[in-house]
């Protein structure tokens, strides 16, 4: 009666074994970052992952967007609230035929404290599925996306600087 009992035992680890290489895998750090540089508004261009390492805030607006501009004014306070040796921010403006001097002019008047950079073909924001603006997207410092947010109101900012000492605190795997 035992060597059955412990027969069944062991087929039953062997079977859960063999199941395991089947459901389980290994984790994997895979990066999110969108693989091309986009232009920045001087010309040149910037590629997220210049800042792997750092937690990464991408806020993804346009000028014709209304509720983008209400945004503006959190994410500021937001980036005041935290270091800048730990956080980067930088927005991502999606008009798709506005001129560079409009967007610029648009930022002085929302008076926006972050660079942004140009995504007039939307390749990025696919590639992230935005499937709205403001859209606000927060990479942790290893590059994944660890959070993602629609819509953004002053209500919003304490849960924000909450999670970002959380953020902060996290290591490179």
């Not at 079977?15 to 290994?26: A, D």
């Not at 970052?33 to 750092?54: H, I, M, Q, R």
């Not at 660079?115 to 410092?141: A, N, Q, S």
Request: net charge negative; hydrophobic share 40%; proline share 6%.
């Amino acid at each position: 009666m035992k060597t059955v009992l412990i027969r069944l035992i062991v087929s039953r680890i062997y079977l859960l074994v063999f199941l395991s290489f089947f459901f389980c895998k290994p984790e994997s750090v895979t990066v999110d970052f969108y693989p091309n540089p986009l232009p920045k508004l001087t010309g040149d261009s910037e590629a997220l992952s210049l800042w792997k390492g750092k937690v990464i805030v991408l806020d993804f607006w346009a000028t014709w967007c209304e509720p983008c501009a209400k945004a503006v004014p959190t994410i500021n306070e937001w980036k005041k609230s935290v270091s800048e040796d730990d956080f980067i921010f930088r927005g991502i403006n999606t008009d798709t035929s506005e001129p560079i001097e409009k967007i610029k002019e648009h930022m002085i008047k929302l008076k926006m404290e972050y660079p942004t950079l140009l995504d007039k073909d939307w390749k990025m924001t696919d590639f992230y599925h935005v499937e709205g603006i403001p859209c606000v997207l927060v990479f942790d410092r290893s590059g994944k996306i660890v959070y993602r947010q629609y819509g953004l109101e002053h209500e919003d900012l304490t849960g924000l600087v909450i999670r970002s000492h959380v953020w902060a605190k996290s290591d490179l795997p």
